[in-house]
């Protein structure tokens, strides 16, 4: 229990801030576009507002979430070596997430061009995919795995 | 995990539902900027219940599992002043929310009834309603709130 009260030092503090706002515009774009193209049913205007949830919110939420998980990775003084399992877990969602996240965002665009249903099934596949993969994340931070 | 790091994470959890429920009402607020037509405002309706239960997990979870979290943890009290000014933070969230709610739904039922009437065009009353700017500032004093609590959550002031 002691572990989990710990008061990490101040300078920790702003990097923690800008990884989980950033994370949290990701989810929050993510639930947004996915949404919307569940929902659109070849409908031109959702299928236009999920896409541009995933472009504009999702994107710039990971670039945000990346950028905070590596300023604070070297604020705590991790090298590569021997770091613990929960980071390697955070590092692998984050980076295999953005492969997953920019194929999301140009099938969701080929979807939007072309209405084909195969499109929306692609579409709503690599979201809970990234869902998931985002949820094992969650868990290995939060836990703190290893 | 044990049990605690497992509230833990529902409480983490919880705050990204909250957040993400916040984030997806923004794109509808912009979005809804330019709908002036009963069924284009009626079909972002199901995206908007999707927020709605995003939010609504995200506000139970983040005040039960904090206060459970709260009342477990050895280093922390319900009476600490960082907990304190969040507690309070979640209860103008709240109220905050439920005005933002209220003003938001003043569309969908002005389309409800514009369809029931048969007036499927374009109507200025309805895109009016749509860019409630009243609906913009509690959703920004909201998101701001909400900002301040993962403030209060992450730098922890006095303990």
Same mark, same amino acid.
């Given at each position: 229990?002691?572990?989990?009260? !710990?008061?990490?030092?101040?300078?920790?503090?702003?990097?923690?801030?800008?990884?989980?706002?950033?994370?949290?515009?990701?989810? %929050?774009?993510?639930?947004?576009?996915?949404?919307?193209?569940?929902?659109?049913?070849?409908?031109?205007?959702?299928?236009?507002?999920?896409?541009?949830?995933?472009?504009?919110?999702?994107?710039?939420?990971?670039?945000?979430?990346?950028?905070?998980?590596?300023?604070?990775?070297?604020?705590?003084?991790?090298?590569?070596?021997?770091?613990?399992?929960?980071?390697?877990?955070?590092?692998?969602?984050?980076?295999?997430?953005?492969?997953?996240?920019?194929? !999301?965002?140009?099938?969701?665009?080929?979807?939007?061009?072309?209405?084909?249903?195969?499109? %929306?099934?692609?579409?709503?596949?690599?979201?809970?995919?990234?869902?998931?993969?985002?949820?094992?994340?969650?868990?290995?931070?939060?836990?703190?795995?290893? | 995990?044990?049990?605690?790091?497992?509230?833990?994470?529902?409480?983490?959890?919880?705050?990204?539902? @909250?957040? =993400?429920? @916040?984030?997806?009402?923004?794109?509808?607020?912009?979005?809804?900027?330019?709908?002036?037509?009963?069924?284009?405002?009626?079909?972002?309706?199901?995206?908007?219940?999707?927020?709605? =239960?995003?939010?609504?997990?995200?506000?139970?979870?983040?005040?039960?599992?904090?206060?459970? @979290?709260?009342?477990?943890?050895?280093?922390?009290?319900?009476?600490?002043?960082?907990?304190?000014?969040?507690?309070?933070?979640?209860?103008?969230?709240?109220?905050?929310?439920?005005?933002?709610?209220?003003?938001?739904?003043?569309?969908?039922?002005?389309?409800?009834?514009?369809?029931?009437?048969?007036? =499927?065009?374009?109507?200025?009353?309805? @895109?009016?309603?749509?860019?409630?700017?009243?609906?913009?500032?509690?959703?920004?004093?909201?998101?701001?709130?909400?900002?301040?609590?993962?403030?209060?959550?992450?730098?922890?002031?006095? =303990?």
């Amino acid at each position: 229990m002691s572990v989990l009260a !710990t008061v990490r030092p101040d300078s920790w503090n702003f990097p923690l801030f800008v990884h989980v706002l950033g994370a949290m515009i990701l989810v %929050g774009g993510l639930v947004a576009g996915a949404s919307a193209l569940a929902f659109a049913r070849g409908d031109a205007k959702l299928l236009r507002l999920g896409f541009w949830s995933l472009m504009l919110v999702s994107f710039p939420g990971w670039v945000l979430m990346r950028l905070g998980a590596q300023w604070i990775y070297s604020q705590e003084g991790f090298s590569g070596d021997n770091d613990p399992t929960w980071l390697g877990i955070g590092f692998a969602a984050a980076d295999i997430g953005l492969l997953v996240l920019l194929v !999301t965002i140009g099938v969701a665009y080929w979807w939007r061009r072309s209405g084909k249903p195969l499109a %929306g099934h692609i579409v709503a596949g690599l979201s809970t995919v990234y869902l998931l993969l985002l949820a094992v994340a969650w868990l290995a931070m939060a836990g703190k795995w290893g | 995990m044990d049990f605690d790091q497992w509230m833990l994470a529902l409480h983490v959890l919880s705050a990204f539902s @909250l957040i =993400a429920g @916040l984030i997806l009402f923004w794109v509808l607020i912009v979005v809804g900027r330019n709908i002036d037509t009963p069924a284009d405002t009626l079909r972002l309706g199901p995206v908007a219940r999707v927020g709605n =239960a995003t939010v609504g997990i995200g506000m139970g979870g983040t005040i039960l599992f904090g206060v459970y @979290l709260a009342f477990a943890i050895d280093g922390y009290a319900i009476w600490d002043g960082w907990i304190l000014a969040a507690l309070v933070l979640w209860f103008v969230g709240a109220e905050l929310g439920r005005r933002t709610g209220a003003e938001y739904i003043r569309a969908p039922r002005k389309a409800m009834e514009l369809e029931e009437a048969g007036q =499927a065009g374009p109507n200025p009353e309805l @895109l009016a309603l749509n860019r409630t700017s009243r609906g913009v500032l509690l959703h920004s004093v909201t998101s701001l709130v909400a900002l301040l609590i993962l403030i209060d959550m992450i730098w922890k002031p006095g =303990a």
